[in-house]
């Protein structure tokens, strides 16, 4: 996953980058020609996000850029790259450098995510 600082996000929209909003359903919006969508945590409590990355993932196949932006605080950067994100914007104030030590404290996990669907025992006998 890559992580962005508040500062080094583009935030500019173009014809191949959409925003959508939690309370959209991504079945309902055409994807023709999307590269990047990106989705929006108001607060790091609301999590709908995260349901629309799975959705765009796993049901519809999205094989482009999906962002994480709004309040995204390190805790939740392993979470995000299971369901699907790529990318995740911190909110302004935190350090990008940290964000690595959360993944290292998780190298693997047991059950299948949106973007690796074989669990680790069916990797191991493969």
Known sequence: MKILS???????ID????RLDNDVDPR???LEG???????FPKFTDGRAYSQAFLLRRRMG?????????????????AMARTGFDVAVLRQ???ASAAQRQFDRFPAFYQGS???TQPLFAKAVA
């Open 93 to 95: 104030g935190l350090d």
């Open 34 to 40: 999307v590269k990047r969508i990106d989705l929006n």
């Open 114 to 116: 949106a973007v690796e």
């Open 15 to 18: 014809d191949s980058a959409i």
């Open 62 to 78: 999205f094989q482009g850029e999906i962002r994480a932006t709004g309040d995204v605080l390190i805790d939740q950067l392993v």
């Open 6 to 12: 508040f500062n080094d996000h583009a935030s500019a």
């Open 28 to 30: 309902t919006v055409s």
